[in-house]
């Protein structure tokens, strides 16, 4: 059974407001899921108090939260003491800064990648700056903006204290081979690893378990969800590091690095993108005795599938033009390209396209999209950037025929 579209697009409202419009910033942020609408409005209508207060409707306020960290933790494969919910992937990763860094000093070395948003950039130079820790960059390809995993090799010594990259850039658009990386890591030095996953959650929830990783951030609001970042920190790990909540809350491991303590209903509503994905699990008849971590491995080669035919459309399109240069692989041979599709005219401004794009009802942007460096050493103007298309698995290929059309008159 085909990844059924026409059903899974019936729970986004937003889809249905305007439908003269095709959506594809996805990247940016996703359109939200029904259940998840649901939790939210029912708990602000009936749940709006302080949780596990022990009167009865304070205790049904804690528990939709619970049941919400429960259900993540069985998602992602890991224990739930190893799971904080926060506000966004950006304050989490500032937060786990100011914490990292407390056990860095000079002679230390940590690893960022050319490649990543400025989340999984900025906070580690900025951390490692203050510790006096030498900070080495993993350098992307000039022209593609891809990774090469041996070229981090020689940048591995035993001083390495961290590496962070991305599982897949928000421009690049490239899935990066997490397991094949975090075992040269491994092999070749003591450091922790640490996947921004905000650009790749979207198009699949990964079993961190056989990720391998140390630290794994990405957020809500891309994943059809309310605006909360989810953060994984392994649970050996967490003792070694200063807490960043108040003290009588260093045991909490749902607080210990969340100082801004969590935002009640947000957090009970983020159950409701895993109902969702329940939801489209059974409707495609996925097997029952999975657990919740492998349905949602299942689930996704049927939206694995339908994807890579958004994206084969779009790049067989763009890839063979002399006016446009394509971010990242210009194909979907290898089962690694996302459906964000970033791209430079060449004979017009990024803005130009875009701006004509959206005229003909294409919900596109362009910029730098917080990936300002990557695009720098890229040879491209970060002010004008890339028109970026983002689609996810409730695009259609309708979208896509309408995104093409616009793109041929746009383009000329």
Not at 35 to 64: C, E, T
Not at 233 to 239: A, E, F, S
Not at 347 to 355: H, M
Request: proline fraction near 7%; hydrophobic fraction near 40%.
């Amino acid at each position: 059974m085909d990844l059924d579209v026409a059903y899974l697009r019936a729970q986004f409202p937003q889809l249905h407001d305007d439908p003269d419009l095709v959506f594809c910033s996805n990247a940016g942020g996703s359109f939200v899921a029904s259940p998840v609408l649901d939790i939210f409005s029912h708990y602000n209508r009936h749940m709006r108090v302080q949780p596990y207060a022990g009167y009865a409707v304070s205790n049904q306020a804690g528990q939709a939260m619970d049941e919400a960290r429960s259900g993540w933790s069985r998602a992602l494969n890991i224990h739930p003491d190893e799971l904080t919910i926060g506000p966004s992937t950006s304050l989490n990763s500032y937060v786990m800064a100011q914490a990292l860094a407390r056990n860095w000093g000079p002679g230390d070395e940590i690893i960022v990648t050319q490649q990543d948003h400025e989340s999984n950039h900025g906070v580690w130079r900025y951390a490692a700056e203050a510790a006096g820790v030498t900070l080495k960059e993993w350098p992307i390809d000039p022209v593609t903006g891809l990774l090469d995993p041996q070229i981090l090799y020689p940048l591995l010594t035993d001083k390495t204290r961290w590496v962070f990259f991305t599982h897949c850039s928000n421009v690049v658009g490239t899935v990066n081979p997490v397991p094949e990386i975090a075992r040269l890591i491994r092999a070749n030095s003591p450091a922790r690893i640490c996947v921004d996953g905000v650009a790749y959650a979207p198009h699949h929830i990964p079993d961190l378990a056989a990720l391998d990783v140390d630290m794994y951030l990405f957020s809500l609001y891309k994943v059809f969800g309310p605006h909360q970042g989810i953060m994984y920190l392994r649970r050996d790990l967490q003792g070694e590091l200063p807490p960043q909540s108040h003290f009588f809350l260093h045991q909490d491991s749902h607080k210990r690095f969340n100082p801004a303590g969590p935002q009640h209903a947000q957090v009970a509503a983020c159950r409701g993108v895993l109902d969702y994905f329940q939801d489209l699990y059974v409707h495609h008849q996925g097997p029952e005795s999975a657990t919740p971590s492998a349905r949602l491995q299942w689930l996704h080669t049927k939206i694995a599938a339908h994807e890579q035919k958004l994206a084969a459309a779009l790049l067989d399109f763009l890839e063979p033009r002399s006016d446009t240069r394509v971010l990242g692989k210009p194909h979907v041979r290898d089962g690694d390209r996302s459906t964000t599709i970033a791209f430079k005219p060449l004979k017009k401004s990024a803005g130009e396209v875009a701006k004509a794009m959206q005229g003909a009802g294409i919900g596109t942007e362009h910029g730098h999209f917080y990936a300002y460096r990557a695009l720098s050493h890229m040879g491209i103007k970060p002010e004008d950037g890339v028109v970026r298309i983002s689609l996810v698995h409730y695009n259609s290929i309708a979208d896509v025929e309408r995104i093409l059309s616009a793109l041929e008159r746009t383009l000329g």
